[in-house]
């Protein structure tokens, strides 16, 4: 078994929020990302053992991974009791039973802020390791975090299409259907360079127009933001629709969408495929993706940015 560093004591602030952030490692020191049935518990329970004060329990599951780590949070109401000494600790339960300490017994010392809170990047991070090597997955790191990202943008009900988003230390902008009514397309690129702004973005990339087949009163505003950014625009619609050729180079027999969901297409599918339309299979509606067309939404963005996935 690689060697994991042993876990730091770490102060809590009591009647204020308390996160941090689990970051798993394999029996070889590589990371590991849970799976769907697996359940960590993250405790802090009272040093003294002689204390009747309940431990505090925080769930973490496959669905809470941001950007390959397992961040965790407690309110100010849920710190507010908490003073003195306790211990930290952390468990996994595998979706087959098993079930193991992957974080030791580490001292916490819950404590009254004097003057002003000390915080930095990273206070919190704890370095687990279990007793295990990942499965082979085509998941990988940011995806849950992205796709609800793509989800909210596009949203039948979402009153922002235009919002920025640091995942690692990459900025996303994604561009849903535009009003192109009350929006001219110098507005919308002035909008992307302010959110740019606003969150300090050295290496910016910009996404979206995922419809703009559907929706030809936006061509222009696609040409006006593809324009502007180049290569570090992603041009999503256009890369699920790049049709997958049999050996002949000649007959299509699937699309990037299905090797990216890693289905088989239909012979409807082809159809559309031929027809340079999305299958049913991943949209809502017309302009509206489904969980998968979300999901291979968000595979491409993440190969395109961070060439994974």
Same mark, same amino acid.
């Given at each position: 078994?690689?060697?994991?560093?042993?876990?730091? !004591?770490l102060y809590?602030? %009591?009647?204020? %929020?308390?996160?941090?952030? #689990?970051?798993?490692?394999?029996?070889h020191?590589?990371?590991?990302?849970?799976?769907?049935? !697996?359940? #960590? %518990?993250?405790?802090?329970?009272?040093?003294?053992?002689?204390?009747?004060?309940?431990? /505090?329990?925080?769930?973490? +599951?496959?669905?809470?991974?941001?950007?390959? @780590?397992?961040?965790?949070?407690?309110?100010?109401?849920? +710190?507010?009791?908490?003073?003195?000494?306790?211990?930290y600790?952390?468990?996994?339960?595998?979706?087959? &039973? =098993?079930?193991?300490?992957?974080?030791?017994?580490?001292?916490l010392?819950?404590?009254?802020?004097?003057?002003?809170?000390?915080?930095?990047?990273?206070?919190?991070?704890?370095?687990?390791? /279990?007793?295990?090597?990942?499965?082979?997955?085509?998941? *990988?790191?940011?995806?849950?975090?992205? @796709?609800?990202?793509?989800? *909210?943008?596009?949203? @039948?009900?979402?009153?922002?299409?235009?919002?920025?988003?640091?995942?690692?230390?990459?900025?996303? /902008?994604l561009?849903?259907?535009? =009003? %192109?009514?009350?929006?001219?397309?110098? @507005?919308?690129?002035?909008?992307?360079?302010?959110?740019?702004?606003?969150? &300090?973005?050295?290496?910016?990339?910009?996404?979206?127009?995922f419809?703009? !087949?559907?929706?030809?009163?936006?061509?222009?505003?696609?040409?006006?933001?593809k &324009?502007t950014? &180049?290569?570090?625009?992603? !041009?999503v619609?256009?890369?699920?629709?790049?049709p997958?050729?049999?050996?002949?180079?000649?007959?299509i027999?699937?699309?990037?969408?299905?090797?990216?969901?890693?289905?088989?297409p239909?012979?409807? =599918?082809?159809?559309?495929?031929?027809?340079?339309?999305?299958?049913?299979?991943?949209?809502?509606d017309? +302009?509206?993706?489904?969980?998968?067309?979300?999901?291979?939404?968000?595979?491409? #963005?993440?190969?395109? /940015?961070?060439?994974?996935?």
């Amino acid at each position: 078994m690689a060697f994991i560093p042993f876990a730091k !004591d770490l102060y809590l602030y %009591t009647g204020s %929020t308390f996160d941090g952030s #689990i970051m798993i490692k394999d029996v070889h020191g590589e990371p590991f990302l849970i799976s769907e049935g !697996d359940e #960590i %518990t993250f405790l802090i329970k009272k040093a003294d053992k002689n204390s009747t004060k309940e431990p /505090v329990p925080i769930t973490i +599951t496959f669905e809470d991974e941001v950007n390959g @780590e397992y961040p965790f949070k407690l309110m100010p109401e849920k +710190t507010s009791d908490l003073k003195g000494d306790y211990y930290y600790s952390a468990f996994i339960r595998f979706s087959d &039973g =098993d079930y193991y300490q992957i974080v030791p017994n580490t001292p916490l010392k819950a404590k009254i802020p004097m003057g002003v809170l000390s915080y930095c990047e990273n206070k919190n991070q704890i370095i687990a390791q /279990v007793p295990r090597v990942m499965e082979e997955s085509d998941y *990988c790191p940011a995806l849950n975090e992205l @796709e609800a990202f793509i989800v *909210c943008i596009d949203s @039948e009900d979402n009153e922002r299409p235009v919002q920025i988003r640091r995942i690692n230390n990459k900025a996303i /902008v994604l561009i849903g259907n535009i =009003d %192109t009514a009350n929006t001219t397309q110098n @507005e919308l690129l002035e909008r992307i360079e302010r959110m740019a702004e606003f969150v &300090g973005a050295e290496s910016l990339y910009v996404a979206g127009f995922f419809h703009a !087949d559907e929706i030809p009163e936006q061509a222009s505003y696609y040409e006006a933001v593809k &324009g502007t950014y &180049g290569d570090r625009f992603i !041009d999503v619609e256009t890369i699920l629709k790049t049709p997958v050729y049999g050996k002949d180079s000649e007959t299509i027999v699937s699309s990037a969408i299905f090797n990216l969901l890693k289905q088989r297409p239909s012979r409807d =599918d082809i159809l559309s495929i031929i027809h340079n339309e999305y299958p049913d299979r991943i949209m809502q509606d017309e +302009t509206h993706y489904n969980e998968k067309g979300c999901q291979a939404a968000a595979r491409v #963005i993440l190969k395109e /940015v961070f060439n994974i996935g």
